[in-house]
């Protein structure tokens, strides 16, 4: 069936080309399981070039395990992570890090889905209280689920004030290949660079079935060791260790091999699609007062407001969610694969449906 293509989510577009291509060549003979396999030693050393020499990655079958297992190996049992309310931990990821992974959250609220220094700092007290779960790690997601980017000075920040209170740093990176695109900067820059200790490592909305990973990002800290040697044990008891690792590995090879080649090409593509929504609906907005668009579109999210009705209607045509129903505010998610024409044709379908309205 040839479904037509919609702006609800990256996850909704199927696999890149070469990651098809991948799979086909690696799917000859047998190699060893679990991952002492050549697919995954080839991503050792994808994953030093991305993060930097003293990097490791741990594939895993998707972001929630990902983030359920970096937080695990951040946190002891009476620990806890401090996040923004409207973090995919916290909103989107059915309870996993309280269930699975016994997660206290400090959520925090912001408007514009950034974490800063003075929030962190608010969850900052009671430190040695035993009535209170300790925070340990602060998490990040980038691009932010508002579809915004942390500049890297500000991930720096962040980090400065988790080590100096003797917590890490967490970024959510499921959309990490958006925002390099975005900053034209490479992984490192806005990871290891800048202090970040854990990095959930993104594939599957950028053309991946399957296919994340945790970086750790500097095993030669005391910190950054304990974390390498907790992972492959947490990975194993949070049922994300795939037997057939190569299946995993040579995907995230394909993606993210010289430099990200692949990755970021996908990323630039739908970060553009994105400014072409963003473009649209602005102009739109400028002579319909009924529409608003008030978070600017940094990477390859949109986020309009409007009426329910022009949504309802336009959802006949086109899949997306309506991320606050009490505002009407929507989200319009960009893929590696959204066409000029699936732009063009939402923006001319959201006229049509003003017009009369």
Same mark, same amino acid.
């Given at each position: 069936?040839?479904?037509?293509?919609?702006?609800?989510?990256?996850?909704?577009?199927?696999?890149?080309?070469?990651?098809?291509?991948?799979?086909?060549?690696?799917?000859?003979?047998?190699?060893?399981?679990?991952?002492?396999?050549?697919?995954?030693?080839?991503?050792?050393?994808?994953?030093?070039?991305?993060?930097?020499?003293?990097?490791?990655?741990?594939?895993?079958?998707?972001?929630?395990?990902?983030?359920?297992?970096?937080?695990?190996?951040?946190?002891?049992?009476?620990?806890?992570?401090?996040?923004?309310?409207?973090?995919?931990?916290?909103?989107?990821?059915?309870?996993?890090?309280?269930?699975?992974?016994?997660?206290?959250?400090?959520?925090?609220?912001?408007?514009?889905?950034?974490?800063?220094?003075?929030?962190?700092?608010?969850?900052?007290?009671?430190?040695?209280?035993?009535?209170?779960?300790?925070?340990?790690?602060?998490?990040?997601?980038?691009?932010?689920?508002?579809?915004?980017?942390?500049?890297?000075?500000?991930?720096?920040?962040?980090?400065?004030?988790?080590?100096? @209170?003797?917590?890490?740093?967490?970024?959510?990176? #499921? $959309?990490?290949? =958006? /925002?390099? !695109? &975005?900053?034209?900067?490479?992984?490192?820059?806005?990871?290891?660079?800048?202090?970040?200790?854990?990095?959930?490592?993104?594939?599957?909305?950028?053309?991946?079935?399957?296919?994340?990973?945790?970086?750790?990002?500097?095993?030669?800290?005391?910190?950054?060791?304990?974390?390498?040697?907790?992972?492959?044990?947490?990975?194993?008891?949070?049922?994300?260790?795939?037997?057939?690792?190569?299946?995993?590995?040579?995907?995230?090879?394909?993606?993210?091999? @010289?430099?990200?080649?692949?990755?970021?090409?996908? #990323? $630039?593509?739908? =970060? /553009?699609? !994105? &400014?072409?929504?963003?473009?649209?609906?602005?102009?739109?907005?400028?002579?319909?007062?009924?529409?608003?668009?008030?978070?600017?579109?940094?990477?390859?999210?949109?986020?309009?407001?409007?009426?329910?009705?022009?949504?309802?209607?336009?959802?006949?045509?086109?899949?997306?969610?309506?991320?606050?129903?009490?505002?009407?505010?929507?989200?319009?998610?960009?893929?590696?694969?959204?066409?000029?024409?699936?732009?063009?044709?939402?923006?001319?379908?959201?006229?049509?449906?003003?017009?009369?309205?």
């Amino acid at each position: 069936m040839n479904n037509p293509r919609g702006f609800a989510s990256d996850n909704y577009a199927g696999l890149h080309p070469a990651v098809f291509d991948a799979i086909g060549r690696v799917n000859h003979g047998h190699e060893v399981a679990y991952g002492e396999d050549s697919e995954t030693e080839r991503f050792d050393s994808v994953v030093k070039e991305l993060f930097g020499l003293n990097a490791v990655g741990f594939p895993v079958f998707n972001g929630t395990g990902a983030n359920v297992i970096a937080l695990q190996a951040a946190c002891k049992r009476w620990e806890a992570v401090i996040c923004l309310d409207t973090a995919h931990i916290h909103v989107d990821e059915g309870g996993a890090p309280e269930k699975m992974g016994g997660l206290k959250l400090w959520t925090v609220p912001s408007s514009t889905g950034k974490l800063t220094v003075e929030l962190v700092e608010s969850q900052l007290f009671d430190m040695g209280v035993v009535h209170r779960a300790q925070p340990a790690v602060i998490s990040i997601t980038q691009t932010t689920e508002l579809g915004t980017l942390y500049q890297p000075e500000e991930i720096k920040a962040l980090a400065d004030v988790a080590h100096k @209170n003797g917590l890490l740093l967490h970024l959510d990176g #499921a $959309r990490i290949s =958006n /925002a390099a !695109a &975005a900053l034209g900067l490479s992984l490192a820059d806005f990871t290891t660079k800048v202090g970040v200790d854990l990095v959930s490592l993104g594939g599957t909305k950028i053309g991946a079935l399957a296919a994340e990973a945790v970086i750790v990002t500097d095993t030669s800290t005391a910190r950054g060791k304990q974390l390498a040697e907790a992972l492959p044990y947490l990975r194993k008891t949070s049922m994300q260790l795939t037997s057939k690792m190569r299946f995993v590995s040579c995907q995230l090879n394909a993606l993210f091999e @010289n430099n990200a080649a692949i990755a970021i090409a996908n #990323a $630039r593509h739908a =970060n /553009a699609m !994105a &400014a072409k929504l963003y473009a649209g609906i602005t102009e739109i907005a400028k002579s319909n007062p009924s529409v608003q668009i008030p978070n600017k579109a940094e990477a390859n999210a949109v986020f309009p407001i409007l009426p329910a009705e022009i949504t309802e209607k336009l959802q006949q045509d086109y899949r997306f969610y309506v991320w606050n129903q009490a505002t009407g505010q929507v989200r319009l998610m960009c893929s590696f694969d959204t066409a000029e024409e699936d732009v063009t044709g939402l923006l001319a379908k959201l006229k049509s449906l003003l017009a009369d309205f």
